[in-house]
């Protein structure tokens, strides 16, 4: 069984950071690929970023590219999703993932595990 719990949401202003954090525990955390998405209110879920079993692979979303950063943690079996310059229309809430496989997937529905989530708000 693997369990994700995320911590590090919260409201911010405009341009603001945050950096939210996964726990993951359960078996075989290094050989899985884990992401990050989110979902908005009335939004359909909708993938943030991605990252293979030893980081080598990565992808981001258009909206988030260069100002979002995905890094994992092996030894500590921790995800972390760094976010900078935020914007209100980043407000959601954000759902860590992982996959029984250690390739990138970017739907939902290639993903086995998810988190509960965390907000985020982000005021103008």
């Known amino acids: 069984q693997v369990q994700l719990v995320e911590s590090g949401g919260g409201l911010v202003q405009a341009g603001g950071s945050l950096r939210l954090s996964c726990a993951v525990s359960g078996r075989s955390f290094s050989s899985r690929a884990v992401g990050w998405f989110r979902q908005a209110p009335g939004k359909e879920r909708e993938v943030v970023a991605a990252m293979s079993w030893n980081g080598d692979n990565t992808y981001y979303a258009a909206s988030v590219k260069g100002r979002f950063t995905i890094s994992r943690d092996n030894v500590g079996n921790k995800v972390y999703l760094q976010m900078i310059s935020l914007k209100p229309e980043d407000t959601a809430i954000y759902f860590c993932?992982?996959?029984?496989?250690?390739?990138?997937?970017?739907?939902?529905?290639?993903?086995?595990?998810w988190g509960q989530g965390t907000q985020v708000t982000v005021s103008s």
């Open positions: 993932t992982a996959r029984d496989t250690p390739r990138i997937g970017v739907q939902d529905s290639e993903y086995d595990y």
